[in-house]
């Protein structure tokens, strides 16, 4: 059974950075497309960024664009999030999900497996 595991959260100022990690075990992530939510207090959950299983296809939310950078490294069944330019509002915990899919792309519905999140915090 595949399963992931978040890490890189974290207390930052703003401005600042982080790169949050999803690494999978039990399996491959060589065909799953792979997403990041957040959820912040008292708010829903909301798609940060994809990935398609190949690598070449991605996309963000308009929120993050230009600050967040989304990667994936399948020879060491992991997906990285770079976060620069953090401001308060991106305080949040951020999740990584994985779909299995046999096309090229990513999107933000019908996960089949989700990790437990990691906590970042922006604040001065």
């Known amino acids: 059974q595949l399963q992931l595991v978040e890490s890189g959260g974290g207390l930052v100022q703003p401005g600042g950075s982080l790169r949050l990690s999803c690494t999978a075990s039990?399996?491959?992530?060589?065909?799953?497309?792979i997403a990041w939510f957040r959820q912040a207090p008292g708010k829903e959950p909301e798609g940060v960024s994809c990935i398609s299983s190949t690598g070449t296809r991605s996309n963000y939310a308009r929120f993050v664009k230009g600050r967040f950078t989304i990667s994936r490294d399948n020879a060491k069944n992991t997906v990285f999030l770079q976060a620069n330019s953090l401001e308060a509002e991106d305080t949040a915990v951020y999740s990584c999900?994985?779909?299995?899919?046999?096309?090229?792309?990513?999107?933000?519905?019908?996960?089949?497996?989700w990790g437990k999140g990691t906590l970042v915090t922006v604040s001065s």
């Open positions: 999900a994985a779909e299995y899919t046999g096309d090229d792309y990513c999107g933000y519905g019908g996960m089949d497996i």
């Open positions: 039990g399996g491959t992530l060589d065909d799953y497309a």
